[in-house]
């Protein structure tokens, strides 16, 4: 509060004196008091200085008590912080939601996070592009704030690399021939014409077995009907292993080689004449199991 | 029919001699070549007349099918010989006391003959001409407490008179169906065969293959063809057969595990008996040794099928035969089982040899002309029968028989095509054997003269037969 001037002897300034003057003359009532005022002010101050004549004593100001302000209103919720981390994601990646809010007793994030607390983070898996609205709610006011988590498909898988064209080792045989060897009546020793045929299948399975590892071959032996079912069942026998020992001379691995009899029991033909016996006669290449 | 008409003119004769040799033992002159000729020589082999029994009310129902086993099983015997019914009197005896002695009347007045009078069925009716017989056999049946009743005689009509005619006299029961009737004919056509020293087949099993279910599989029957079953149904490749002495188990050859490996099967109950083949490409032609302790078979051994044996379990594998070349079929004499014969490219094609079971005196049985397979011993272990194709075109296999001392083989079937697997009966007497006779091969028995063939098998192809003492 500001009191009207109020000195001693130290000074009673002009500007002042004249303004006490002019309200002096102005209400004559209160001229006599003031003297009076005026006169003990300057007696009870007793100071050396020269003191002025006692001016007239300057009017009081009279302050009414001022009425107490309210308080100030509390301060609104304040959302400091919202955001996403990160902001586009592949469909079925998530995304982190962090906010810091001030000044806020309700806080809630729509889209199923629900009620949170001032400062967090959650964990959200959107499975198509969302907005996530913060809202802060406190006795000064709302505020909300809102951030939109992207979502894309995700990228497809790369293509295979480009394949060597790998074909089976069946196909290969079926393919490029593998032809029969064949005998002569009741023999199984390795004619020219056979050593022939092997020679060329010894190639073609080295090349299927470089190909297909894990391949295997069946040498079938075979009889024409001639000879009886015993005898014949260890002749076509002895064509097999006869014929799988000439490959395994030309280098074809010979665990990769298994042998088989069919005796008579596997014509090719059933004419009774010497051209059919002679295909009968014979060892065939199988894909083995 | 046909054939079995020729074979029975031309080997009626040979039956005389070879049928008496087999069975009593005694060489009948010079042992014979290759041919069957028509040669009769009176041996003695006597002849019988079997009149067609009837039946009283029920009984009467199945008589045919017992009259045609009666017949067919004293026939097949091979030790009678059959009189016609066709030259039988039409008065038949049913019983003993049917026969009535003829009265010779006494001439009266001069001039007169005395004459003969029949009276009723007599024994000259049978032993005279035009039926000529030995003896007879007849009877009949009647239902007795619900089952049928066989009353049978066998009868030497060269005797004077009725009284000491009689040889047989018996009552045979059966069930009176007609399973029942046809095995009291049997029981009945035993004991007449039993007089005449010949040894009853009843009971005796023949073994199989037949791909009549699809595939090959091991099958059984009765010696007469009746009641055949399937035995294994591994719906792949199963075949040669081979029966333990005591009838109880079957040993064959199967690509059932993928390359062909021997099993061993209980034939009662079917089960599978443990076998451990050895490790190879192939093992077959499985075969007992008399004792049934072990198993011998042919194997791949050094890149060649061997002879070799084993423990009937498959333990204690041992190599019999050592050589460079193809070796099958062992076959053990059952008398000895110190020897046997097998089969062998050793000289070229396959021939017969024969060796002790440690492959130790070899001994080569046939000329090395054609292709040989399949022998077979004789009970008696001195005989023996196998296929050979000599003097056909390569594939053309008959049967023929050898004396193994003196090693003269008989060709008993004559024809071109496949006979072949011949395997004697436990009678010594009879052989079976399969043959392509059209476009299927069946199963035949005929006797060791190469007459009474008789086709056993009509469905699929049958083959590989082997004849084996039922299970004991």
């Known amino acids: 509060m500001d009191d009207g001037p109020r000195s001693g002897c130290a000074s009673l300034q002009p500007e002042k004196v004249k303004e006490a003057s002019s309200t002096m003359f102005r209400n004559m009532k209160t001229v006599g008091a003031f003297v009076l005022a005026a006169t003990l002010l300057v007696s009870a101050t007793a100071c050396k200085k020269k003191v002025a004549p006692p001016a007239a004593p300057p009017a009081p100001v009279v302050q009414t008590p001022a009425p107490t302000p309210p308080p100030p209103p509390p301060a609104a919720a304040r959302i400091t912080n919202f955001s996403a981390e990160p902001r586009s994601i592949q469909r079925g990646q998530s995304s982190t939601l962090s906010w810091t809010v001030a000044n806020a007793t309700d806080i809630a994030i729509d889209n199923g996070v629900g009620t949170v607390q001032a400062n967090g983070t959650r964990q959200v898996l959107p499975n198509a592009s969302t907005s996530y609205t913060l809202t802060a709610r406190g006795p000064g006011g709302t505020d909300t704030r809102t951030v939109t988590v992207e979502v894309t498909a995700p990228p497809a898988p790369p293509p295979p690399p480009p394949a060597t064209p790998r074909i089976s080792g069946a196909d290969m045989l079926s393919r490029e021939g593998g032809a029969d060897v064949l005998f002569g009546y009741d023999k199984s020793d390795i004619r020219d014409d056979a050593r022939q045929v092997l020679t060329k299948d010894a190639d073609l399975l080295k090349r299927i077995f470089a190909a297909d590892p894990s391949f295997t071959v069946m040498l079938e032996g075979n009889c024409d009907e001639r000879g009886s079912a015993e005898y014949n069942l260890g002749l076509g026998d002895r064509r097999s292993t006869s014929a799988k020992d000439f490959l395994v001379q030309q280098g074809v691995p010979a665990d990769k080689l298994r042998t088989i009899s069919y005796g008579k029991d596997r014509p090719v033909c059933t004419e009774a004449n010497e051209d059919c016996y002679q295909r009968n006669r014979r060892v065939h290449l199988a894909p083995g199991q | ?472």
């Open chain 2, 1 to 472: 029919m046909k054939l079995q008409k020729v074979l029975t003119v031309v080997g009626t004769a040979g039956l005389l001699a070879v049928g008496a040799f087999v069975l009593a033992g005694r060489v009948a002159g010079q042992q014979r070549g290759s041919d069957i000729s028509g040669v009769i020589t009176n041996t003695g082999v006597p002849v019988i007349a079997i009149a067609d029994l009837r039946g009283v009310g029920d009984a009467q129902q199945n008589m045919a099918a017992f009259n045609t086993t009666l017949w067919d099983e004293v026939s097949n015997a091979g030790v009678l010989k059959m009189a016609s019914k066709s030259l039988y009197p039409l008065d038949v005896p049913q019983r003993p006391q049917d026969f009535r002695q003829p009265t010779v009347t006494t001439p009266v007045r001069r001039g007169e003959i005395s004459r003969t009078v029949k009276n009723g069925p007599w024994l000259t009716d049978w032993s005279g001409p035009p039926v000529a017989a030995n003896y007879l056999a007849f009877g009949y049946t009647a239902v007795v407490d619900g089952r049928l009743a066989l009353y049978g005689w066998l009868f030497n009509v060269g005797q004077p008179d009725a009284a000491s005619a009689q040889v047989i006299g018996k009552v045979y029961f059966g069930t009176l169906d007609v399973a029942g009737t046809r095995q009291v004919a049997r029981d009945f056509a035993a004991d007449i065969l039993q007089q005449f020293g010949a040894k009853s087949l009843a009971g005796t099993k023949i073994y199989f293959v037949s791909d009549r279910s699809g595939s090959k599989e091991i099958w059984s029957m009765d010696y007469d063809g009746m009641n055949q079953k399937q035995l294994t149904r591994y719906n792949s490749t199963s075949n040669m057969p081979a029966v333990s002495p005591d009838g109880s188990l079957v040993a064959f050859t199967t690509y059932a595990g993928g390359n062909p490996q021997i099993r061993i099967h209980s034939i009662a109950s079917g089960r599978r008996m443990p076998f451990y083949n050895p490790v190879s490409s192939v093992v077959e032609t499985p075969e007992f040794t008399p004792d049934g302790k072990q198993l011998l078979f042919a194997t791949t051994v050094d890149g060649w099928v061997q002879i070799c044996i084993a423990n009937v379990d498959g333990s204690g594998f041992r190599r019999i035969s050592n050589v460079r070349a193809i070796e099958v079929s062992p076959k053990v004499n059952p008398k000895t089982g110190a020897d046997m014969l097998f089969i062998s490219g050793r000289s070229g094609h396959q021939q017969l040899w024969r060796s002790t079971l440690d492959g130790a005196d070899l001994q080569r049985l046939t000329s090395g002309e054609g292709d040989v397979s399949n022998p077979s011993w004789n009970p008696n272990g001195k005989t023996i029968a196998f296929a050979w194709t000599r003097g056909y075109e390569p594939g053309n296999f008959n049967i023929f028989v050898m004396d193994v001392a003196t090693q003269m083989p008989v060709q008993l079937t004559q024809g071109t095509g496949r006979n072949e697997n011949p395997w004697w009966a436990p009678d010594g007497v009879h052989l079976v054997f399969s043959s392509k006779r059209g476009n299927t091969t069946q199963i035949y028995t005929m006797l060791a003269d190469g007459s009474n063939v008789r086709q056993l098998t009509t469905q699929g192809n049958n083959i590989q037969p082997v004849w084996a003492n039922g299970a004991n």
